[in-house]
């Protein structure tokens, strides 16, 4: 885009000239890839580490709660719903007992790798 100004003897002239530029749709494609790649990796590496976290404290304390899981570590309660789900989703562990009083216990047989 260009300005241009100019004096004029009743005054003065502007004028604004704009140049139509050509993208391609495949420039446009892979940047968007790579924006969503570099997005996607972070954010799977958040949940991925948080999956671990909770598997580790299940591991470790059977039949855990999401009460108690939420004392140990600092994170929001849907958070945490979302890394139980995924946990569950992958069959690694289960829910024993009474909604108020059962707990969560490991299942699978193929640890979570760290």
Known sequence: ??????????????????KVQK????????????LND???????DGVNDG?????????SSPGINTTQILKEIEVSKRTLERWIRELRKRNI????GAPKTGGYYIVSKNPIKN
């Open 38 to 44: 570099g997005v996607n990796d972070g954010v799977n």
């Open 51 to 59: 999956v671990k976290i909770i598997y580790k404290l299940i591991q």
């Open 1 to 18: 885009m260009q300005f241009m100004f100019r004096s004029t003897p009743q005054g003065f002239f502007s004028e604004l000239e704009y």
């Open 93 to 96: 562990i289960e829910f024993k």
């Open 23 to 34: 993208i391609s749709v495949e420039n446009i494609t892979t940047f968007n890839e790579e």
